[in-house]
């Protein structure tokens, strides 16, 4: 890998890395969902600066070409990122069905109590 490349790729990481942690102090991102991004970054940034360390992977895995494995972990890490996803949606969609369900059950007891106040009202009058 060339020089150039490198340090193409280190000021993308560096960027990245910026951006993360902007979105993360800004409060627009809660640190949960930066962390996998972050160590990703950390973890690209070292096999740049060390690729051997591909090349071992490759070995131990049995894998041929280092982009072979490039593209196997992207998956898994992509699928990753989706469970994760789907997970937070799930339980998203369970809390806005509860709050709904509660928010109704407010509003009819509202809807009751009104005619009752009404009545009083009438009532003092």
Do not use: H
């Given at each position: ?6 340090v ?14 902007w ?7 809660e ?6 991004w ?8 070292v096999v ?15 894998i041929?070409?280092p982009?072979?494995m490039l ?5 898994i ?19 806005i ?6 928010l ?7 809807r ?14």
């Open positions: 890998m060339s020089i150039r490349l490198k193409f790729l280190f000021t993308i990481y560096a960027l990245v890395f910026l951006f993360l942690f979105r993360m102090r800004g409060r627009r991102a640190i949960k969902y930066i962390l996998p972050l160590f990703l970054d950390i973890v690209l940034a740049t600066a060390f690729p051997a360390i591909l090349y071992f992977f490759c070995a131990l895995f049995g041929e070409t982009s072979n593209f196997f972990f992207g998956m890490l992509l699928s990753a990122v989706v469970l994760s996803l789907t997970l937070a949606l799930s339980r998203q969609n369970a809390q069905r509860e709050l709904a369900q509660r109704a059950l407010w509003e009819d007891r509202e009751e109590a009104a005619p009752e106040k009404d009545e009083q009202a009438n009532r003092e009058e």
